[in-house]
């Protein structure tokens, strides 16, 4: 059985994006979520093994979950969401817990690496 | 990071300076504790060292300066009894922080653990957000084991202009293809190093270059100054030889460029040996409060001055020219000044007073240091020296300047009341005069008993090219710096007198000090030719005569580097390389004139033994 994932980004595009990659590679989406208040809600109720994590969203960033959620799950495979140009808030949530990064626009296999190493 | 290492020379040649200043205000505060000036640049001083000595990790040492500052803050608006009572702290503190600049300062690679590794990592250019990616390696390899001297710093990784390269020490007890493997798994980078780190000969001086605040001074390392020296000296050699070969030959155009070349060598020449020159208060500056702290421990009253402070001189002889000043300073404090109740008794006034005064005469810098102490006494050295069975007959009356001086340089001859002394070591003149002669100087004394005596210090002012004379003399070349010769003549037969086995030449009705420079070096008996050529040696003590059996010619030289082999003589004071390509070696003319008096006074027959001069002309080269 393949692993589960959270998607957390406030635009639905790019939510759509990273299903689309994961799933085509067998991943299973488990949930989603547009704003940091709902990843937190969501990974209590999901406990996914892994979530993909957009820096900026509304109501709680992502830096902010990703605190919150290593609190309650120490465990949690978190991989962060960037844009170009986000060195130092990607570094912030790296040091708050999160395993890795991936950047926008997304290439589906950088995606499938960088999955598949924090995973491993 | 900062590698501290690397700059522990400019470290300690700045703290010194603020050491210098910090003792100058102290000192100067102490003449008139009433006047608070020196606190606030005082302060200043120890501020300045506080925050070299943490940026230098010397943690004790920052400790004592904070210490120091609160106690010279404590003094703001103090009384002048206060202050009095403050000082020798302050003294000692400052002593303890200068104490801490001759500390080693470790390199920061020194202290290797066994089993650390140096990694150096790169991110791909086409990797996105290279710092976060180093940053997950670095995470990695700290998950690893423990990591240090990390270049660049870690906030730099969240820069803009984060290289993409960042190299660490790690040390981990998995081994190297263990760490690189894991390193690569954190994908997005490359492993350039991984390897166990060689302990870094990091060497611990660096050159400590400055670019000088406009128009002020540049610091250099001495050694770069040595190097452009040498290759002057070279380059002059090199002209010597041109012009040799040449001579008679060239034509025109050919003389006229040589000609030229050798005038701007020798302008070059000059421009260098001013680089060299070094005003003489490097050293000086350190002697006021060496002055005050022998005066306290010998409970008298000192007033020291210092004139000429600028003149400058060669850097080469600044260390040896210290210690003697040193030397003859601390005697003067010692021995030659007497205690305060004992001046007023005899009339004098309480405090003594020691003068210092440098002066530059011509191509020759004179020091003279004098005191109106107690002066030498003559019978007192003129006895010890019988006792002794040194020199004399007790009879003081006939004692000159330069004999004294002969006498109370010669060891085992202490007027010192007291050996425990503080010197410790009674006078020790015979160091320096040993010194002097070491670097082609000369050293006189002057004395009056009860008024004081005052000692001259001669010294040329540079070492490195010198005009000589060169003359034959056993069938070698030697070369004797003209500034020690005071003329040259050929004597007849009837202007040499011999009395009680020994030569004199009558000059100006005087009788000088006759010996052959062959039979001195001890290479083969000296010829008798007539007229006898013969080169007066005026060096300060006494003239003396010096029978060649030819003269050669004058000649500008390069001194070089002269590491004489174990045995000779050490009469020479230097070898240089004439423009026929060989070697000559360069009389040291005082110790020349020493020696001949010493040959003289024990008898001519002394010097009849061949010395091991025979051999080792041949071996310097």
Redesign the interface.
């Known amino acids: 059985m393949k692993p589960s994932v959270l998607i957390c980004d406030d635009a639905l595009f790019m939510r759509t994006m990273i299903k689309d990659i994961l799933s085509e590679a067998g991943y299973q989406v488990v949930g989603e979520a547009a704003t940091g208040a709902e990843a937190v809600e969501q990974f209590r109720a999901l406990n996914p093994e892994l979530v993909t994590m957009d820096i900026v969203m509304p109501d709680m960033g992502g830096i902010d979950a990703v605190r919150e959620i290593i609190a309650e799950h120490p465990q949690a495979t978190i991989l962060m969401c960037s844009a170009m140009g986000q060195q130092a808030l990607v570094i912030e949530a790296l040091q708050a817990g999160a395993k890795d990064f991936i950047v926008k626009p997304f290439q589906p296999s950088r995606v499938l690496e960088a999955v598949q190493r924090v995973l491993s | 990071m900062i590698d501290a290492s690397r700059y522990a020379a400019l470290f300690r040649s700045e703290a010194l300076d603020h050491v210098e200043t910090l003792n100058r205000l102290l000192l100067q505060w102490e003449g008139e504790p009433g006047d608070l000036s020196p606190l606030e640049p005082a302060f200043r001083a120890v501020h300045t060292l506080k925050g070299m000595f943490s940026a230098m990790g010397i943690d004790g040492a920052g400790q004592r300066a904070h210490e120091l500052e609160n106690s010279l803050a404590a003094l703001r608006g103090a009384p002048a009894d206060d202050v009095a009572a403050a000082l020798p702290g302050l003294f000692a503190g400052a002593d303890v922080l200068e104490q801490a600049l001759s500390v080693e300062i470790p390199s920061a690679t020194a202290a290797l653990p066994a089993g650390a590794l140096q990694v150096r990592l790169r991110v791909p250019r086409e990797e ?2 290279p ?2 990616r180093a ?2 390696a670095l ?1 990695k390899a700290r998950e690893l084991g423990t990591v240090s001297n990390l270049h660049p710093p870690e906030d730099a ?4 202009g ?1 290289s993409g390269e960042l190299d660490f020490l790690l040390e981990a007890e998995a081994d190297p293809a263990e760490v690189e493997a894991a390193l690569d ?3 997005g980078i490359d492993v350039l190093t991984c390897r166990p780190a060689e302990d870094a000969a990091a060497p611990s001086v660096a050159p400590a270059e400055e670019p000088g605040e406009a128009g002020r001074f540049v610091r250099v390392a001495p050694e770069r100054l040595d190097g452009l020296l040498d290759r002057v000296g070279e380059l002059l050699i090199l002209r010597d030889r041109l012009q040799q070969l040449t001579a008679g030959e060239a034509r025109g155009e050919l003389a006229g460029a040589i000609h030229q070349a050798s005038r701007m060598l020798s302008d070059l020449h000059q421009a260098v040996m001013q680089v060299r020159m070094v005003p003489v208060w490097q050293i000086t500056n350190r002697f006021p409060r060496l002055v005050r702290d022998a005066a306290q421990r010998s409970g008298k009253e000192v007033d020291f001055q210092v004139e000429g402070r600028d003149v400058e001189l060669d850097r080469s002889l600044l260390g040896k020219l210290s210690e003697s000043l040193v030397h003859l300073l601390r005697n003067a404090v010692d021995h030659g000044i007497e205690a305060p109740g004992e001046r007023e008794r005899l009339g004098k006034p309480r405090r003594g007073r020691l003068r210092l005064r440098v002066l530059r005469d011509g191509a020759q810098v004179e020091v003279h240091v004098s005191d109106d102490g107690r002066g030498i006494d003559r019978d007192a050295v003129a006895s010890k020296a019988a006792e002794r069975g040194v020199a004399g007959n007790g009879q003081s009356a006939a004692l000159s300047d330069s004999e004294l001086l002969e006498l109370i340089t010669t060891t085992g001859v202490s007027t010192a009341r007291s050996v425990t002394e503080v010197s410790g070591r009674g006078v020790g003149l015979d160091v320096v005069a040993r010194q002097l002669r070491a670097l082609g100087g000369s050293l006189e004394v002057g004395s009056t008993v009860g008024t004081g005596t005052t000692f001259k210090l001669r010294l040329p002012l540079t070492l490195a090219l010198l005009q000589a004379l060169l003359v034959q003399a056993g069938g070698q070349r030697f070369a004797i710096p003209l500034l020690q010769v005071g003329g040259t003549l050929e004597a007849a037969a009837h202007e040499i007198v011999g009395l009680n086995g020994r030569d004199y030449l009558r000059v100006r009705g005087e009788l000088v000090p006759l010996l052959g420079l062959a039979t001195l070096l001890g290479i083969s008996e000296s010829g008798s030719c007539s007229p006898l050529p013969i080169v007066l040696l005026a060096s300060g003590e006494r003239p003396v005569a010096l029978a060649v059996d030819q003269f050669l010619g004058r000649q500008e030289i390069v001194s070089k580097e002269f590491r004489p082999a174990a045995g000779t003589l050490n009469l020479f004071a230097g070898a240089t390389i004439l423009g026929d390509g060989r070697a000559s070696l360069i009389l040291n003319s005082s110790a020349a004139a020493a020696r001949l008096l010493e040959i003289h006074a024990s008898g001519v027959a002394a010097a009849a033994h061949p010395g091991p001069a025979s051999s080792t002309i041949v071996a310097a080269s």
């Open positions: 996105p957000l710092g976060v940053f997950l995470r990784l969240g820069d803009d984060f798994a954190v994908g």
